[in-house]
């Protein structure tokens, strides 16, 4: 889960938010052995786990995840 919220912070500059794609892609560019069986399926569950606990939600863009970057300074 540590690589998910840093690869999620890394993207969290992204104006309109990211996908989930964008997120698995960015799992996969750490290069840690962990991340060799992150996939498209594994990014939407991650993503709905760091929504539930508030440190994400949708974007006004359909598809998008924005990060709550106000969550993590807690």
């Known amino acids: ?11 969290s500059p992204k104006p ?3 996908t989930c794609v964008d997120l698995a892609e960015q799992v996969r560019k750490s290069g840690q052995d962990c991340t ?3 996939n498209r399926g594994q ?3 991650d993503l709905s786990k760091f929504c539930g606990k508030g440190f994400a939600e949708r974007s ?3 598809g998008n995840i924005v990060v709550v970057l ?3 300074k807690q």
């Open 36 to 38: 060799k069986n992150h």
């Open 43 to 45: 990014a939407p569950y």
């Open 70 to 72: 106000s969550a993590f």
């Open 16 to 18: 309109d938010g990211f």
């Open 1 to 11: 889960m540590r690589t998910v919220c840093e690869a999620m912070l890394n993207l």
């Open 60 to 62: 006004s863009e359909p």
